[in-house]
């Protein structure tokens, strides 16, 4: 009985071994996947060349733009970007120098929101704040600059009141001065 249990393992034993060395090890796989995708990836052609720009690049387009706009500002009847640009109308221009004041002031407003939002004072009570001093003087500095700030953005309303009036004065409809 002894010997049929150690001739079944020896046999277990052998058919187990055999079998790991047949199979591929993990490495061996890895190498393999990798050939097969360069060997795909070399038989079709990149649909996406790439292309590095340089100066002459550069510069080659810039003459080819001067050129265009030379001859196409010798065509007659031709009128450059920059009077287009400006609104024909004095009610279309108008209602570009309102629009362009309530930009002003939005963007005016937000700067003076962040600026307040970032006001914060240290409180040296315990000395764990060795720079406590100079960082409250930062601090009401930026206080001061939202001070500042305050004034011109109601310095910019007064300004868009007066165009909005201007607007109104001279018989422009809502869609000028709203």
Do not use: W
């Amino acid at each position: 009985m002894l010997r049929r249990c150690f001739f079944s393992a020896t046999i277990l034993a052998i058919v187990t071994f055999s079998l790991a060395s047949h199979a591929q090890s993990l490495g061996a796989l890895a190498r393999q996947q990798k050939e097969s995708k360069s060997q795909k990836s070399e038989s079709q052609p990149s649909s996406t060349t790439k292309k590095v720009y340089t100066d002459e690049n550069i510069r080659k387009s810039e003459s080819t733009d001067d050129r265009k706009a030379a001859v196409t500002a010798k065509r007659p009847g031709f009128a450059p970007d920059k009077e287009k640009a400006q609104p024909a109308s004095p009610a279309d221009q108008l209602r570009a120098k309102i629009q362009k004041q309530k930009d002003l002031i939005a963007a005016l407003q937000e700067r003076i929101d962040k600026l307040q939002a970032s006001v914060n004072y240290v409180q040296n009570n315990r000395n764990i704040y060795t720079n406590a001093p100079e960082y409250n003087q930062r601090q009401h500095q930026k206080e001061l600059l939202a001070e500042r700030l305050k004034a011109e953005l109601e310095q910019q309303k007064a300004e868009l009141n007066d165009l909005q009036d201007t607007a109104r004065q001279q018989g422009f409809g809502n869609s000028v001065y709203q």
